[in-house]
């Protein structure tokens, strides 16, 4: 049984910085290709930024040089560094761990940026 709990969401001024982090359990983490996910209402959830088991990694156009997604495998750990927030990276953010063809999910974090 795979668990992910993310944390280090809330309310930031533009400009501002979060930094987001996905605990898992169990001992597949460093196996497996991790990513995050924003969620609006009304929209579907799409990728923001994701990590190989490698450690390569992929960002969505919108926070390319802005976010940084890092991982630490010895603590299990999965992170979002996001800087110079906007408005519009308000959302849920999940945490989202890939393996073997399964996907497993996270409970979110809400990030909410004011203008």
């Known amino acids: 049984q795979v668990q992910l709990v993310e944390s280090g969401g809330g309310l930031v001024q533009a400009g501002g910085s979060l930094r987001l982090s996905c605990a898992a359990s169990g001992s597949i983490f460093r196996s497996s290709a991790m990513g995050w996910y924003r969620q609006v209402p009304g929209k579907q959830r799409e990728p923001v930024a994701l990590?190989?088991?490698?450690?390569?990694?992929n960002y969505a156009e919108s926070v390319k040089g802005r976010f940084t997604i890092s991982r630490d495998n010895a603590k299990n750990t999965m992170y979002l560094q996001m800087n110079s927030l906007k408005a519009e990276d308000t959302g849920i953010y999940y945490c989202?761990?890939?393996?073997?063809?399964?996907?497993?999910w996270g409970q979110g974090t809400q990030v909410t940026v004011s203008s």
């Open positions: 990590i190989t088991s490698g450690g390569s990694t």
């Open positions: 989202r761990l890939n393996l073997h063809g399964a996907g497993y």
